[in-house]
């Protein structure tokens, strides 16, 4: 089977991507919209939070065949690397991965015509957009359930002070 996807958009951040790997909390940035698909935006104004569907163009062939990780971004949260379990990939946001594409949850901050700028975003400069999608209280899971390697991480981080949203 063959899949054939057409962007619908650009990443711009003004931001190297060391830079946007080094944030915790995201960046701000803008999604373009290319015009051709500009009326799918009509309605998205009252949104707070979009679903941005993204193709990783950065990720090399050689990373595509990653299976097993260790998390880097527990390591920017300060654990030590020795503590951080390897798992795998479909068990991470890993951008190494078979089919290297990202869901990410971004504030929309303003709309301008086909120019969405938004926080939070933990993506680079020139990432190819495949979809926007609204982020509404019927996607909102609360009472998840965690694995045991997780929640063990999850206890780490709470004593080195960060919160559950923080990881």
Not at 10 to 34: P, R, T
């Given at each position: 089977?063959?899949?054939?996807?057409?962007?619908?958009?650009?990443?711009?951040?003004?931001?190297?991507?060391?830079?946007?790997?080094?944030?915790?909390?995201?960046?701000?940035?803008?999604?373009?919209?290319?015009?051709?698909?500009?009326?799918?935006?009509h309605?998205?104004?009252?949104?707070?939070?979009?679903?941005?569907?993204?193709?990783?163009?950065?990720?090399?062939?050689?990373?595509?065949?990653?299976?097993?990780?260790?998390?880097?971004?527990?390591?920017?949260?300060?654990?030590?690397?020795?503590?951080?379990?390897?798992?795998?990939?479909?068990?991470?946001?890993?951008?190494?991965?078979p089919?290297?594409?990202?869901?990410?949850?971004?504030?929309?901050?303003?709309?301008?015509?086909?120019?969405?700028?938004?926080?939070?975003?933990?993506?680079?400069?020139?990432?190819?957009?495949?979809?926007?999608?609204?982020?509404t209280?019927?996607?909102?899971?609360?009472?998840?359930?965690?694995?045991?390697?997780?929640?063990?991480?999850?206890?780490?981080?709470?004593?080195?002070?960060?919160?559950?949203?923080d990881?």
């Open positions: 089977m063959t899949l054939q996807l057409k962007p619908i958009g650009v990443v711009h951040v003004n931001l190297s991507d060391e830079e946007v790997k080094a944030s915790l909390k995201g960046v701000e940035g803008i999604l373009e919209v290319y015009e051709e698909y500009v009326e799918g935006l309605g998205i104004e009252g949104f707070s939070h979009l679903i941005v569907i993204t193709l990783l163009h950065k990720v090399s062939e050689t990373q595509r065949k990653t299976l097993k990780v260790k998390p880097k971004r527990l390591k920017l949260l300060g654990l030590n690397e020795k503590d951080i379990p390897e798992v795998g990939v479909f068990c991470t946001d890993s951008p190494h991965r089919n290297p594409l990202a869901l990410t949850i971004v504030e929309l901050v303003e709309v301008n015509g086909r120019f969405l700028k938004v926080r939070s975003l933990d993506l680079f400069d020139g990432t190819p957009i495949l979809d926007i999608k609204p982020y209280p019927s996607r909102v899971v609360e009472n998840i359930k965690l694995p045991d390697w997780y929640q063990k991480i999850m206890e780490k981080l709470r004593e080195k002070g960060f919160d559950a949203k990881f």
